[in-house]
């Protein structure tokens, strides 16, 4: 109820839109209604993953060691105490790790290169299904409208 009340005198700031909130509009909608979303470009399966950081080796090798300790910590906790070892590690010993991330880094920039220039020699294909019925490949020509004197 307070909310209802409030919300009936809400002006919003300068430059803040209000938006719309119905289902199947997210993105703004068009004239028919249908729902026109620009989502960010999918990722292609076969590109290389990224490389570990120095933590990702780090936590991989204590999560099954301080679980085995501490069995009634909850994921989140378990993830905490092992940012909290992390941190306190000896340069030494943390050097041993960011030796593997760097190790990574260099194997995932190579497999990189190759995927990029694999794909770089497959042909590209036109998926884009708008055929248009004239059979010139949606080329457009310019055409001069001889019949405007108004130069």
Do not use: C, H, W
Not at 5 to 13: A, D, G, I, S, V
Not at 93 to 100: G, H, L, Q, T, V
Not at 104 to 114: R, T
């Amino acid at each position: 109820m307070r909310y209802k009340k409030e919300m009936q005198n809400y002006k919003p700031p300068p430059g803040m839109e209000k938006t719309s909130k119905t289902k199947g509009k997210a993105g703004g909608a068009t004239a028919s209604g249908k729902a026109t979303k620009k989502g960010k470009a999918k990722k292609d399966p076969n590109a290389p993953k990224r490389g570990k950081t120095s933590f990702m080796f780090y936590s991989t090798e204590m999560r099954a060691k301080i679980k085995a300790d501490n069995p009634d910590l909850s994921f989140g906790d378990l993830g905490k105490k092992i940012g909290e070892m992390f941190k306190a590690l000896p340069p030494a010993e943390k050097a041993k790790y960011e030796k593997k991330a760097a190790d990574a880094k260099v194997k995932y920039q190579e497999e990189m290169k190759k995927y990029k220039q694999s794909s770089k020699a497959e042909p590209e294909t036109d998926d884009d299904d708008d055929d248009d019925a004239s059979g010139d490949g949606g080329v457009e020509e310019d055409v001069e409208d001889d019949d405007d004197d108004s130069d």
